[in-house]
């Protein structure tokens, strides 16, 4: 059984910066292309950035591009998004996903919410002013 589960998320102050985690279960994991989304309040939820299993490719939203980073750990089983110059805008709850079929059919990681199989809970990040 997968399961996701993200950590990190608070209430902190612009400009700040924050490292959310995301660890995984499942004995296939350096296998899965990773992404992190996130959900704005009233909002739909939107791609942030994505890996690939071996880590070597990255993918980011225009919005975050320089002031995000994603990386991962397979031995930990770990995905982590560094998130530095925090925005009041960036307020959102953020997600883990994996897609565990890419490794298989090729290609790079996608930006498209359907290409993700599992998803965490989510954990809230806060920006105030």
């Known amino acids: 059984q997968v399961q996701l589960v993200e950590s990190g998320g608070g209430l902190v102050q612009a400009g700040d910066s924050l490292r959310l985690s995301c660890a995984a279960s499942?004995?296939?994991?350096?296998?899965?292309?990773m992404a992190w989304f996130r959900q704005a309040p009233g909002k739909e939820r939107q791609f942030v950035a994505a890996v690939s299993w071996t880590g070597g490719y990255t993918d980011y939203s225009d919005f975050v591009k320089g002031r995000f980073t994603i990386s991962r750990d397979n031995a930990k089983k770990t995905v982590s998004l560094q998130i530095d110059s925090l925005k009041p805008e960036d307020t959102a709850v953020y997600y883990c996903?994996?897609?565990?079929?890419?490794?298989?059919?090729?290609?790079?990681?996608?930006?498209?919410?359907?290409?993700?199989?599992?998803w965490g809970q989510g954990t809230q990040v806060t920006v105030s002013s």
């Open positions: 996903a994996a897609d565990p079929d890419l490794y298989y059919s090729g290609g790079y990681p996608k930006k498209a919410e359907y290409a993700y199989e599992y």
């Open positions: 499942g004995r296939t994991f350096s296998n899965w292309a």
